[in-house]
């Protein structure tokens, strides 16, 4: 059974740094997309970031680029969010996610579409206070 569970959340000031985790079980995640989606209250759940592991490429919405950074340690199958300057817009559920690789298909198609991601975790609240 496929297990993607999240860590690290919590709650931080305007500015401060989370360090979220995810680690992945029940297969060998070398050839997914995982990514990192957001969730605020009343609002569509919202990309943040994702990592090929094919390459260890990454890319980022445009409002956490530059203070975001997404990686993996393939050693513990783990797939990691640094957050830093966090703002108080950042402040949300967060969702780790893993979404098949499309083989013959640039991954610019589909990494930040929800509806490419197969496996969900079950999320971790970050609030940023102001």
């Known amino acids: 059974q496929v297990q993607l569970v999240e860590s690290g959340g919590g709650l931080v000031q305007t500015g401060g740094s989370l360090r979220l985790s995810c680690a992945a079980s029940g297969r060998t995640f070398s050839s997914y997309i995982m990514g990192w989606f957001r969730q605020a209250p009343g609002k569509e759940r919202e990309f943040v970031a994702a990592f090929n592991w094919s390459g260890g490429t990454t890319y980022y919405a445009d409002s956490v680029k530059g203070r975001f950074t997404i990686s993996r340690d393939n050693a513990k199958n783990t797939v990691t969010l640094q957050m830093n300057s966090l703002k108080p817009e950042d402040t949300a559920v967060y969702y780790c996610?893993?979404?098949?690789?499309?083989?013959?298909?640039?991954?610019?198609?589909?990494?930040?579409?929800?509806?490419?991601?197969?496996?969900w975790g079950q999320g971790t609240q970050v609030t940023v206070s102001s």
């Open positions: 996610a893993a979404a098949p690789t499309r083989f013959g298909v640039s991954w610019s198609a589909y990494r930040s579409r929800s509806e490419s991601y197969d496996y």
